[in-house]
């Protein structure tokens, strides 16, 4: 009893210790501010709608915060209040063209929007509330998050008065037309020779989704007497957006304007001290925006210092940390009364444990920002292994492959975007090329933009223009084969190939990432033809894609500065669930205990079967002793009467039924009751139940939350529209007809989409055409480059169905490979000729050969040694018309005779 009486005094003294003191008192006041429209002043004034915040003590240093594109005034109010209750006056307002602020929106140009936060600073030299440095010069900092960073670094650069006293700038561009138009790749000399016009040369890739994005939100709303296609954007920058939009390239009257309105047309003027804030998930404006930042106001000894978090346009907007941030940077170059924040550099990696409803993180710290390029002491070199691989552009450029899910933001998606488009990435079959690193010896945090060469060709004999589109993307892929894209990030890249060379070097610099990479895990380069994020090239051509140089990973030495996430207080708890930590990892420890789970060697293969035996009580022998393997892409059938023991085997597969003997690999890990690799295998064995009252889409969805797993995972569209229910997915499960039925346990079975799909008889009960529409099934899952095994004793579809075959007679292996070779087996052929008598005759006396018979016009034969193309060959030089030639016996043919060696071999 004393026990506890002591613990709860602990508790009650920790909670008194953190109590929350009352927050100060802040006082608002709406204000209309008039400024000049534009720099002839001539025009009638235009107004911005504004909020003052006060703080308790006044006079104050002030702050101004610029809203990023598309807010208004209302969306600073928590940025404003918290700068206000850590003593500032802050003035938060909505730019031109935005809310009810009027004008046109110029785009952040120099002559507009710029000058209307100079305009913002004189009117703050005239408020009582605000400290004062001489007449006219406000003490103020500016801040501003995206199009407001900018806004916020511009005026800065543009401020001829040297008003400004700080900058705080956050997930903001530094160039926009290399923002908006990336281009990964510079030039390589090769043997010394200038390389050819075009490589590297800035006219990059067009973010068609995300600039559709942001222009889109400034088309609601749009003002009486406004253009209907412009809605409130100026002409100037209504036409560059229609030009590269409509063309996928900016001209260069575009690229000027770009860049003429953004920070890198006046970095060289800024002298305030500058804190630049990026986002690690931002697939709009990437790590290499605020690094070049970070360059430029290095070369003007201006104090800057550069901080990363987890989050961005497409991760989360700035949360309490970065606020508390950005005031300590305030406090120190306003008020001149906190610590002095230095010139470091910090970036967070996210842990793997939650606290709280959210991920824990580790701040590392280094005491300079080394910038993500031009510093080979922080690389690491990872070898990548892969030959040249062809990648094909297809027509239109679609269909594309997907890295990214831009706009969707966290305001849908509660923060997760990013790793939810991480972990949908598609590459398509034919269009991508792929180049991984061995498993990592020990751990790894990537902080930066890796490096690398790859080069690009032409096939031979091609004629197109040489102007080639690629995108560079790089995987954390885990032991058990899955893949993530960190923060769904990809490199664009266009070069233009000489025309009197077969292919070009290029330096790719990948997209900025902060990746913790765990030892065990491999590194993956994928180079693509498409990507549905941007203005894909709608020639179609074919390039070759090969590595010219080790992948350059940077690293960034720091020390852990502090940890977030976990409570201070409920330590005992902690302890408690690091101890139940502790118990299941020595209880997985224990059911390890039998050997080697996992074999990196086979890490790329969909299934290894060896030596598998079941055996039951009575001496009968389910299965014997059977291996073989299964390879990416395949439809592999498995093929046997009943009772050979294909679904004993199956059963063994997904972990029902514990082998007697010999072993099952799924990706590399050995498959027994519980292993988490069966996560990968989508099943249908032995039929699937459904609730005859529900729709075919709510059976589904019940299926999906049982599995315990978040419902955006299951692909439960891609998986329907696979299965092709079309409609029918919203009826009654009870009107289905079988086929209906088995098509939707299918949709069930790659709910998930798994990278290994086991069917058992999925055709049973089916009439023809539905067999024919199942079919089709299988063969579109496989071509998305997963693997399909199907047991079925249909001989007539499993030819038609699988690209490979296993053949089981009595729980023994009778044979295995191509379909087309298990049924050419024996060397039967069968020929389609205009004189049948001739024929025989020629072929009778071809050496080897045996068994020749006529039947109407056709000429079997049993060529035993001799070639096919030999026999065609010698029957059309004898003069004989050959219309058709192939191997005789179908698969029922072959599984008969092979079943029948199988029982005589087992006799």
């Known amino acids: 009893m004393g026990l506890v009486v002591l613990l709860l005094l602990a508790v009650a003294g920790v909670l008194w210790v953190n109590r929350s003191a009352p927050p100060p008192a802040v006082s608002t006041r709406d204000v209309l501010i008039d400024v000049v429209d534009g720099p002839d002043g001539a025009k009638q004034p235009i107004q911005l709608d504004a909020t003052f915040y006060v703080p308790e003590t006044t006079p104050a240093p002030s702050v101004i915060v610029s809203p990023g594109f598309g807010q208004t005034k209302a969306d600073l109010a928590d940025d404003a209040t918290d700068l206000a209750r850590h003593g500032f006056a802050v003035l938060a307002y909505s730019a031109r063209g935005f809310g009810r602020s009027t004008g046109q929106i110029e785009l952040n140009s120099p002559d507009y929007e710029v000058q209307d936060a100079d305009q913002l600073v004189s009117w703050l030299s005239r408020q009582p509330e605000v400290q004062q440095d001489k007449q006219d010069d406000p003490r103020v900092g500016v801040m501003g998050g995206s199009y407001g960073g900018a806004l916020a670094l511009m005026l800065a650069g543009l401020d001829k008065n040297k008003r400004i006293d700080a900058v705080a700038s956050l997930i903001t561009y530094n160039d926009l037309s290399n923002a908006l138009l990336p281009n990964a790749a510079s030039p390589v000399a090769i043997d010394g020779a200038t390389p050819a016009a075009g490589v590297g040369d800035g006219n990059g890739v067009f973010k068609k989704t995300w600039a559709g994005n942001l222009f889109g939100s400034a088309l609601s709303g749009i003002r009486t007497g406004a253009p209907s296609s412009c809605g409130r954007f100026a002409p100037d920058v209504c036409a560059a957006y229609t030009?590269?939009?409509?063309?996928?390239?900016?001209?260069?009257?575009?690229?000027?304007?770009?860049?003429?309105?953004?920070?890198?047309?006046?970095?060289?003027?800024?002298?305030?001290?500058?804190?630049?804030?990026?986002?690690?998930?931002?697939?709009?404006?990437?790590?290499?925006?605020?690094?070049?930042?970070?360059?430029?106001?290095?070369?003007?000894?201006?104090?800057?210092?550069?901080?990363?978090?987890?989050?961005?346009?497409?991760?989360?907007?700035?949360?309490?940390?970065?606020?508390?941030?950005?005031?300590?940077?305030?406090?120190?170059?306003?008020?001149?009364?906190?610590?002095?924040?230095?010139?470091?550099?910090?970036?967070?990696?996210?842990?793997?444990?939650?606290?709280?409803?959210?991920?824990?993180?580790?701040?590392?710290?280094?005491?300079?920002?080394?910038?993500?390029?031009?510093?080979?002491?922080?690389?690491?070199?990872?070898?990548?292994?892969?030959?040249?691989?062809?990648?094909?552009?297809?027509?239109?450029?679609?269909?594309?492959?997907?890295?990214?899910?831009?706009?969707?933001?966290?305001?849908?998606?509660?923060?997760?975007?990013?790793?939810?488009?991480?972990?949908?990435?598609?590459?398509?079959?034919?269009?991508?090329?792929?180049?991984?690193?061995?498993?990592?010896?020990?751990?790894?945090?990537?902080?930066?933009?890796?490096?690398?060469?790859?080069?690009?060709?032409?096939?031979?004999?091609?004629?197109?223009?040489?102007?080639?589109?690629?995108?560079?993307?790089?995987?954390?892929?885990?032991?058990?084969?899955?893949?993530?894209?960190?923060?769904?990030?990809?490199?664009?890249?266009?070069?233009?190939?000489?025309?009197?060379?077969?292919?070009?070097?290029?330096?790719?610099?990948?997209?900025?990432?902060?990746?913790?990479?765990?030892?065990?895990?491999?590194?993956?380069?994928?180079?693509?033809?498409?990507?549905?994020?941007?203005?894909?090239?709608?020639?179609?051509?074919?390039?070759?894609v090969a590595l010219a140089g080790p992948l350059q990973v940077p690293?960034?030495?720091?020390?852990?500065?502090?940890?977030?996430?976990?409570?201070?207080?409920?330590?005992?708890?902690?302890?408690?669930?690091?101890?139940?930590?502790?118990?299941?990892?020595?209880?997985?420890?224990?059911?390890?205990?039998?050997?080697?789970?996992?074999?990196?060697e086979l890490a790329d293969v969909p299934m290894v079967i060896t030596g598998l035996t079941k055996s039951y009580p009575g001496r009968l022998t389910a299965v014997k002793d059977l291996s073989f393997r299964v390879e990416h892409g395949q439809v592999l059938g498995l093929l046997g009467p009943n009772g050979a023991g294909k679904t004993t085997t199956l059963r063994m597969l997904m972990g029902l039924v514990r082998p007697t003997a010999g072993e099952i690999r799924v990706f590399g890990h050995k498959v027994r009751a519980g292993a988490p690799v069966l996560s990968r295998i989508g099943s249908f064995v032995e039929g699937a139940g459904f609730l005859p009252h529900l729709s075919g889409t709510a059976n589904l969805s019940l299926y999906w939350a049982a599995t315990g797993r978040p419902l955006e995972e299951a692909h439960l569209e891609q998986a329907l529209e696979i299965a092709g229910l079309g409609d029918a997915v919203r009826r009654r499960v009870g009107t289905y007809s079988q086929g209906m039925r088995q098509r939707l346990a299918i949709a069930q079975a790659m709910l998930g989409l798994p990278d290994l799909l086991v069917l058992d008889e999925p055709t049973n009960g089916l009439d023809p055409p539905q067999i024919h529409q199942m079919r089709d099934v299988l063969k579109r899952y496989a071509a998305t480059g997963r693997t399909v095994v199907v047991s079925s004793h249909l001989l007539s579809e499993v030819e038609q169905s699988c690209s490979h075959v296993v053949v089981m007679h009595r729980g023994r292996l009778v044979a295995s490979g191509d379909v087309d070779d298990i049924v050419a087996g024996g060397g039967e052929a069968t020929f389609r000729v205009d004189r049948v008598t001739d024929a025989a005759r020629v072929l009778r006396g071809l050496n080897g050969t045996s068994a020749v018979s006529a039947e109407g016009q056709l000429v079997h034969a049993d060529l035993g040694s001799t070639a096919r193309s030999a026999a065609v060959d010698a029957l059309v030089r004898a003069g004989i018309a050959v219309e058709q030639a192939g191997p005789r016996r179908r698969l029922e043919d072959a599984f008969l005779k092979l079943v029948e060696s199988g029982e005589q071999e087992g006799s």
């Open 555 to 600: 690293v960034v030495d720091g020390t852990s500065a502090t940890g977030s996430g976990i409570p201070a207080g409920p330590v005992i708890g902690i302890a408690v669930i690091l101890g139940l930590g502790l118990v299941a990892a020595l209880v997985s420890l224990l059911r390890r205990r039998g050997g080697r789970d996992f074999d990196p």
């Open 243 to 544: 030009q590269v939009a409509t063309t996928g390239r900016a001209d260069q009257a575009t690229v000027d304007l770009l860049r003429r309105n953004s920070p890198v047309s006046v970095a060289g003027g800024i002298a305030a001290p500058t804190l630049l804030v990026q986002g690690e998930q931002d697939t709009l404006f990437g790590l290499d925006q605020a690094d070049a930042t970070a360059r430029q106001l290095a070369r003007n000894n201006v104090p800057v210092k550069v901080s990363w978090y987890p989050g961005g346009h497409d991760g989360g907007a700035p949360g309490d940390s970065v606020r508390a941030e950005v005031a300590d940077w305030f406090s120190f170059y306003l008020k001149h009364n906190t610590p002095d924040p230095g010139t470091g550099f910090s970036y967070d990696v996210q842990g793997t444990v939650r606290a709280r409803g959210a991920p824990t993180l580790r701040t590392i710290a280094a005491p300079a920002y080394p910038g993500l390029r031009d510093n080979p002491t922080a690389r690491q070199k990872i070898t990548l292994a892969g030959p040249q691989q062809p990648v094909i552009t297809p027509p239109g450029g679609s269909p594309a492959s997907v890295s990214s899910l831009p706009g969707v933001g966290s305001a849908l998606l509660g923060g997760s975007a990013s790793s939810l488009a991480g972990n949908l990435a598609i590459d398509l079959p034919g269009q991508s090329a792929v180049f991984t690193s061995e498993p990592l010896s020990s751990p790894l945090t990537i902080a930066g933009s890796a490096l690398t060469t790859l080069r690009i060709g032409r096939v031979p004999g091609a004629t197109d223009s040489g102007d080639t589109v690629l995108f560079a993307k790089l995987y954390d892929v885990g032991a058990d084969g899955r893949r993530t894209l960190p923060g769904a990030t990809v490199a664009p890249i266009r070069v233009q190939l000489p025309a009197d060379r077969p292919s070009v070097d290029v330096n790719v610099s990948l997209a900025g990432i902060v990746r913790p990479v765990a030892a065990g895990h491999r590194l993956q380069l994928v180079v693509t033809t498409t990507d549905q994020a941007y203005a894909n090239q709608t020639t179609p051509s074919v390039r070759t």
